[in-house]
């Protein structure tokens, strides 16, 4: 009894770092090129229940966001499901404009600078966006989202 017990416990111990692998992840890369910066999130959800977790740039933005690009991976998350980009204070600083997100194909989207306005050109962001997606079910779902800004002052 006693030498499955133990057993049993060295088993448990072995498989707590297993569990840990299949938290969903996101990682990030940064492009230059002229005036026009890219922060690159290449996410994977996660395999238990294919949720992503919420991430923050590395790089703070000074500048405004002119274009997003998402394109779902091999393994495609639920259709329509929703990207925001937080800024410091929670405000979506692309106004709802990534939700409901293809499954199949690549999608960009201009912003407006807000809410009420119908001019496109830009969204104003100082300091750090944070990447949330919702509303996947798949698990191990991929795909990237590219966001693309001009620096203020250069």
């Known amino acids: 009894m006693k030498k499955l017990f133990l057993s049993l416990m060295l088993l448990a111990v072995l498989m707590l770092p297993v569990q840990s692998w299949g938290v969903g992840t996101v990682t990030q890369t940064i492009g230059y090129t002229h005036n026009f910066y890219t922060i690159t999130y ?3 959800a996660d395999v238990a229940d294919g949720s992503v977790p919420a991430t923050a740039s590395k790089w703070p933005i000074s500048g405004y966001i002119v274009k997003v690009i998402t394109n779902p991976g091999a393994t495609a998350p639920t259709d329509n499901y929703d990207i925001t980009l937080t800024n410091s204070d929670g405000i979506d600083v692309v106004h709802g404009e990534l939700a409901n997100r293809d499954t199949s194909t690549s999608e960009e989207i201009v912003p407006v600078p807000s809410n009420n306005v119908t001019v496109y050109g830009g ?14 079910s798949v698990n191990s779902a991929t795909g990237t989202v590219t966001v693309i800004f001009e620096r203020a002052g250069y």
């Open 42 to 44: 290449s996410w994977t």
């Open 123 to 136: 969204s104003a962001v100082a300091g750090i966006i944070t990447l949330n997606i919702t509303n996947n």
